[in-house]
């Protein structure tokens, strides 16, 4: 008897380890997860695991509220592919489910699961796509590139538009639930990832775009005795800028609440939500109400960006941060005549949300702007000045702004990606462009990191992007594992030593065919003196 029981248990493990034959289970709290094994650029074997569940379904009763845990599961979950991405109006893989039911996190490591002898950093990629779209998963943000340099990745999806972003102030429909489900996903980073072969103790978070502004969130909430995270990379966004913000978020709410349901009138938050609990949810995202970040009275984030930043309220940690070299094009690619007449009759337009300055300064501010950018000129006939306005305003200003404030209490490596090339994807773009603007655009910069399915075939590309591409992996998984992104020289990366920034010297490594460090970014030194001339305190924005 008891000799069967044993072959039983033998038979039982066997037939669990060879469910799936060119993948491997792992036992996580809630139950078991099945993952399939990839090769990596250099052919080498990564283990993934894909749509793990970091969170309950926020559907139903959970729709608005904060993320839960989710309930155990019996037998092994299928973790073998992404199925689904979170509800949003587009995206650029339209054969994905896009649904409520989207709280999933991906893990890949390049080690034997399981394996607690050679701990990896982990790689924390938090995505991009203005709160309201994109997806971490594969086909957006394939690890093939990075798996060959000794990290475990790990990106997940968070709820975006309305559903991660419309919340009241009495937090019955709480605000900022994004950020919170991107703070649980983190800190199952932080429970299981030794699991997987990576380093709970060396996680760096990674974001780009308005996942770097989450990333600079995350910065602020972290306790001095938390270690969720301990470095940081930011791309191409800041909490400290003007944008993704919103001042009156019970305002945003209620007008939701009235959209979809139009003969809702009623002025409680208990009643709003459960109209919104109640609605369908397409019917929610037609509004084309979105939300934003908003300042919470009391918790994670009820900091104010530039303000927190100022008075140095957050956890000091390694940061490798920095912008592209045109960040505007993107948002510029449509001349928008109206709008550009309406900013030269009235140029107070130009100083963005959070900004304070008295109404009786704001017309002489706006003019100030715009005689930096276009002179005596004007934005409706120089629309190259336009666009190195919105490049400014809404990344490089408060991006260097930060740098300037925080460098003197973590190292801070500072950079301008400049690199135009077929891989960054916007290259039809560039014949409609002024010949004065710079020509690498918002986002850009990560084709030379992802694998997005578009780039899956490198030999399609130049060999001079080929070449940036394991320039640019290099030096960001080095930061992952060293803190540094040239911890020695290395032929491919030219032998550059990247300086870290100071107070006085806002060095910052000018990313292109050739490496060169260059010291403060265009016209920041002219834009501060604006702005900290007439800026008011409470300070919220800068840019």
């Given at each position: 008897?008891?000799?069967?029981?044993?072959?039983?248990?033998?038979?039982s493990?066997?037939?669990?380890?060879?469910?799936?034959?060119?993948?491997?289970?792992?036992?996580?709290?809630?139950?078991?997860?099945?993952?399939?094994?990839?090769?990596?650029?250099n052919?080498?074997?990564?283990?993934?695991?894909?749509?793990?569940?970091?969170?309950?379904?926020?559907?139903?009763?959970?729709?608005?509220?904060?993320?839960?845990?989710?309930?155990?599961?019996?037998?092994?979950?299928?973790?073998?592919?992404?199925?689904?991405?979170?509800?949003q109006?587009?995206?650029?893989?339209?054969?994905?489910?896009?649904?409520?039911?989207?709280?999933?996190?991906?893990?890949?490591?390049?080690?034997?699961?399981?394996?607690?002898?050679?701990?990896?950093?982990?790689?924390?990629?938090?995505?991009?796509?203005?709160?309201?779209?994109?997806?971490?998963?594969?086909?957006?943000?394939?690890?093939?590139?990075?798996?060959?340099?000794?990290?475990?990745?790990?990106?997940?999806?968070?709820?975006?538009?309305?559903?991660?972003?419309?919340?009241?102030?009495?937090?019955?429909?709480?605000?900022?639930?994004?950020?919170?489900?991107?703070?649980?996903?983190?800190?199952?980073?932080?429970?299981?990832?030794?699991?997987?072969?990576?380093?709970?103790?060396?996680v760096?978070?990674?974001?780009?775009?308005?996942?770097?502004?989450?990333?600079?969130?995350?910065?602020?909430?972290?306790?001095?005795?938390?270690?969720?995270?301990?470095?940081?990379?930011?791309?191409?966004?800041?909490?400290?800028?003007?944008?993704?913000?919103?001042?009156?978020?019970?305002?945003?709410?209620?007008?939701?609440?009235?959209?979809?349901?139009?003969?809702?009138?009623?002025?409680?938050?208990s009643?709003?939500l459960?109209v919104?609990?109640?609605?369908?949810?397409?019917?929610?995202?037609?509004?084309?109400i979105?939300?934003?970040?908003?300042v919470?009275?009391?918790?994670?984030?009820?900091?104010?960006?530039?303000?927190?930043?100022?008075?140095k309220?957050?956890?000091?940690?390694?940061?490798l941060?920095?912008?592209?070299?045109?960040?505007g094009?993107?948002?510029?690619?449509?001349?928008?005549?109206?709008?550009?007449?309406?900013?030269?009759?009235?140029?107070?337009?130009?100083?963005?949300?959070?900004?304070n300055?008295?109404?009786?300064?704001?017309?002489?501010?706006g003019?100030?702007?715009?005689?930096?950018?276009?002179?005596?000129?004007?934005?409706?006939?120089?629309?190259?000045?336009?666009?190195?306005?919105?490049?400014?305003?809404?990344?490089?200003?408060?991006?260097?702004?930060?740098?300037?404030?925080?460098?003197?209490?973590?190292?801070?490596?500072?950079?301008?990606?400049?690199?135009?090339?077929?891989?960054?994807?916007?290259?039809?773009?560039?014949?409609?462009?002024?010949?004065?603007v710079?020509?690498?655009?918002?986002?850009?910069?990560?084709?030379?990191?992802?694998?997005?399915?578009?780039?899956?075939?490198?030999?399609?590309?130049?060999?001079?992007?080929?070449?940036?591409?394991?320039?640019?992996?290099?030096?960001?998984?080095?930061?992952v594992?060293?803190?540094?992104?040239?911890?020695?020289?290395?032929?491919?990366?030219?032998?550059?030593?990247?300086?870290?920034?100071?107070?006085?010297?806002l060095?910052?490594?000018?990313?292109?065919?050739t490496?060169?460090?260059?010291?403060?970014?265009?016209?920041?030194?002219?834009?501060?003196?604006?702005?900290?001339?007439?800026?008011?305190?409470?300070?919220?924005?800068y840019?």
């Open positions: 008897m008891k000799f069967k029981l044993v072959v039983t248990t033998i038979l493990y066997l037939i669990s380890v060879l469910a799936e034959p060119d993948g491997t289970i792992v036992q996580l709290e809630k139950g078991k997860i099945q993952g399939i094994i990839r090769k990596s650029e052919g080498n074997d990564y283990y993934a695991f894909q749509e793990i569940p970091y969170a309950a379904p926020p559907v139903g009763p959970n729709r608005f509220q904060l993320p839960q845990e989710p309930e155990p599961w019996k037998g092994i979950l299928n973790t073998t592919r992404n199925t689904k991405i979170c509800i109006a587009n995206s650029r893989h339209e054969y994905l489910e896009k649904s409520e039911d989207c709280l999933y996190i991906n893990v890949y490591t390049p080690i034997i699961p399981g394996n607690k002898d050679s701990l990896l950093p982990v790689l924390l990629w938090i995505h991009g796509g203005g709160f309201t779209a994109e997806s971490g998963i594969y086909d957006y943000s394939g690890p093939k590139y990075v798996m060959d340099h000794g990290v475990v990745v790990v990106t997940f999806d968070y709820r975006l538009g309305p559903f991660g972003f419309v919340g009241t102030d009495d937090g019955i429909i709480p605000l900022n639930l994004g950020l919170k489900d991107q703070r649980l996903a983190i800190e199952w980073v932080n429970k299981n990832i030794e699991l997987f072969g990576g380093n709970p103790n060396q760096v978070i990674v974001g780009e775009s308005a996942g770097s502004v989450a990333v600079g969130y995350h910065i602020l909430s972290q306790r001095p005795d938390e270690n969720l995270f301990h470095a940081a990379i930011m791309q191409s966004g800041t909490p400290i800028s003007g944008i993704l913000k919103q001042s009156d978020p019970d305002s945003a709410a209620f007008n939701l609440g009235k959209l979809v349901n139009n003969s809702f009138s009623s002025n409680s938050t009643e709003l459960t919104l609990q109640n609605a369908d949810a397409n019917d929610i995202l037609a509004t084309g979105s939300g934003a970040v908003a919470e009275k009391e918790g994670l984030f009820s900091s104010h960006g530039y303000q927190a930043f100022v008075e309220k957050y956890k000091k940690i390694p940061v941060i920095g912008f592209n070299s045109e960040e094009i993107v948002f510029t690619l449509y001349k928008n005549e109206t709008r550009l007449k309406e900013i030269d009759i009235n140029p107070s337009l130009l100083i963005s949300y959070g900004v300055i008295t109404p009786k300064d704001k017309q002489g501010v003019l100030l702007y715009k005689q930096l950018y276009v002179g005596n000129s004007s934005f409706e006939n120089d629309y190259g000045g336009y666009i190195k306005y919105i490049s400014d305003n809404c990344f490089t200003t408060g991006i260097t702004k930060q740098v300037e404030l925080s460098c003197t209490d973590a190292p801070y490596y500072f950079y301008q990606f400049a690199y135009k090339g077929n891989l960054g994807e916007q290259m039809a773009y560039l014949p409609t462009l002024p010949a004065d710079e020509k690498v655009g918002h986002a850009e910069d990560c084709n030379y990191m992802w694998d997005d399915t578009i780039n899956s075939d490198l030999n399609q590309y130049p060999k001079e992007d080929q070449l940036m591409l394991h320039r640019y992996v290099k030096m960001w998984t080095n930061f594992k060293y803190f540094n992104p040239t911890p020695e020289p290395d032929p491919l990366l030219g032998n550059i030593t990247w300086l870290t920034s100071e107070p006085n010297n060095r910052y490594l000018n990313i292109n065919a490496f060169e460090m260059r010291e403060h970014p265009r016209q920041f030194q002219q834009l501060k003196a604006i702005l900290e001339e007439y800026m008011q305190p409470p300070f919220d924005s840019s």
